[in-house]
């Protein structure tokens, strides 16, 4: 008997110390939730996900202040930002190192950008979203807060078919 309580007891610490893997985002999902600062020298306040997604569709643009696709991209989702003003909530997520970082307050203030960017420091955000080494990757967030949209890269050709599958996620309606 003294032999069953110890293998429980052993049992029983091994599984508080063995350490459960945060949830990975995945289309059809519902989204993980976080909290991110803006980098040093961009306006803004602390972003939480949770404050937005459930209430209206996020946008979220994962990009690096090198990449020119990703410039492209976030000038692009400006226009869309202020046209939906209200009803969709982007933000953009900087993925680069401590070194390039000292480049976003310029590329912000050069776009115009007036939606929520911040920072992922430790990358702990994009390693939950699974995010590419190479930007740009997009992910859409509907107003439950589930997954409906991942997207590598970026293309101005793609402007037309974006603008029609944002109105319909503004409109609460399946995208493709």
């Known amino acids: 008997m003294k032999t069953l ?8 610490a091994l599984s508080l110390s063995v350490r459960v893997p945060t949830a990975q985002a995945a289309v059809g999902a519902r989204a993980p939730t976080f909290a991110l600062r803006p980098p040093t ?3 803004g306040n602390l972003f939480r996900l949770a404050d937005h997604a459930g209430r ?7 990009w690096e202040t090198t990449c020119a696709p990703c ?4 000038a692009f989702y400006e226009q869309m930002y202020r046209r939906y003003a209200g009803r969709l909530m982007v933000v953009a997520v900087a993925m680069d190192n401590g070194q390039n970082i000292g480049n976003a307050p310029n590329r912000v203030r050069t776009l115009g950008l007036t939606f929520p960017v911040v920072w992922d420091e430790n990358s702990a955000v994009k390693n939950q979203f699974q995010v590419p080494a190479s930007p740009p990757f997009s992910v859409w967030i509907d ?13 101005v050709s793609e402007n037309q078919v974006i603008e029609q599958q944002l109105a ?7 995208v493709r």
């Open 56 to 62: 209206r569709p996020v946008v979220m643009l994962f």
């Open 143 to 155: 107003r439950t807060g589930t997954i409906v949209r991942e997207r590598q890269g970026y293309s």
């Open 168 to 174: 319909r996620l503004v409109a609460n309606q399946p």
């Open 41 to 43: 020298g961009v306006r």
């Open 71 to 74: 410039l492209q991209e976030m």
């Open 5 to 12: 309580a110890r293998t429980l007891m052993f049992a029983a």
